[in-house]
């Protein structure tokens, strides 16, 4: 089992950023990484992904322009950078590990393709 911790979540203004990190103990080179997001009331929902080789990315709507996910598989270390943030990202972010060994990527990505959670990192934006 994959242990995944976040880092990287505070307290920022509107239009600032925040470079998040999850770091790994484990294996997951051959798995795809994902960043997922829970705000106060609301379901848990897909934010981004990234292939097991880094050669994809998958953005939510609501997040594409303004985030860019990383992996460096040497370090085994997911990032996700998060520019001119809203108070709408407002949430606790969760990396999570693909189920999948050497997964096509999708454009569909749910909870349920990712075995692997971390505890979260929180990220609030102010306005």
């Known amino acids: 089992q994959v242990q995944l911790v976040e880092s990287g979540g505070g307290l920022v203004q509107a239009g600032g950023s925040l470079r998040l990190s999850c770091a790994a103990s484990?294996?997951?080179?051959?798995?795809?990484m994902g960043w997922f997001r829970q705000a106060p009331g609301k379901e848990r929902e897909f934010v981004a992904a990234?292939?097991?080789?880094?050669?994809?990315?998958y953005y939510a709507d609501s997040v594409k322009g303004r985030f860019t996910i990383s992996r460096d598989n040497v370090k085994n270390t997911a990032y996700l950078q998060m520019n001119s943030l809203k108070p709408e990202d407002t949430a606790v972010y969760y990396c999570a590990v693909d189920r999948r060994p050497f997964a096509s990527g999708s454009y569909y990505y749910t909870r349920d393709d990712f075995g692997s959670w971390g505890q979260g990192t929180q990220v609030t934006v102010s306005s």
């Open positions: 484990g294996r997951t080179f051959g798995y795809a």
């Open positions: 990234i292939t097991w080789n880094g050669g994809s990315t």
